[in-house]
């Protein structure tokens, strides 16, 4: 019976990702959804469903196919993830491998360093594979993204203000 069970939280664990919009937070700086965690931690002001940060992040904040420290990887919205999912970039450990600070994506908790490989065919971080600490592996699901945000300021703006 406790087998049967662990099995099926590690089955329907991935579930509780539906819940990365803009929610309650849950301390000074932290909260268990993904968005408001992000933004805490990165200090961009973006709010809503993290699906939504690639557009709302236009002409705001630079937006780009590859990883940078301290950038955000924005999964778009699917059925798992009706909100999609927001991930801060901790390192770029090579070309197709990141780590990532990133909360519920495992439901209730915060991850830090997991990492997140690029499985996309053209080498673009438009689809990724995310670890998954209940089984010690990288997950077998595909996710797509739309690209990373941040850290900085989009040049356009900057320069602008800069006049």
Do not use: K
Not at 45 to 72: C, F, H, I, K, Q
Request: aromatic share 8%; with cysteine.
């Amino acid at each position: 019976m406790v087998r049967r069970l662990a099995r099926t939280a590690v089955l329907l664990g991935p579930l509780g990702l539906a819940a990365c919009g803009g929610g309650a937070r849950l301390g000074p700086w932290t909260s268990l959804e993904c968005a408001p965690y992000a933004s805490a931690v990165t200090g961009m002001e973006l709010r809503g469903n993290a699906a939504a940060w690639w557009t709302e992040a236009t002409g705001r904040y630079e937006r780009r196919r590859w990883p940078v420290p301290g950038s955000v990887l924005v999964f778009r919205a699917i059925g798992r993830m009706p909100a999609g999912h927001v991930a801060v970039v901790r390192r770029v450990v090579s070309p197709r491998e990141i780590l990532v600070d990133q909360a519920n994506w495992v439901p209730h908790r915060i991850g830090r360093a997991d990492p997140v490989v690029d499985v996309s065919a053209d080498n673009d971080w438009s689809a990724v594979r995310v670890w998954w600490a209940p089984v010690g592996a990288l997950g077998i699901t595909t996710y797509p993204t739309a690209g990373f945000v941040g850290p900085g300021p989009d040049a356009r703006v900057a320069a602008l203000r800069a006049r």
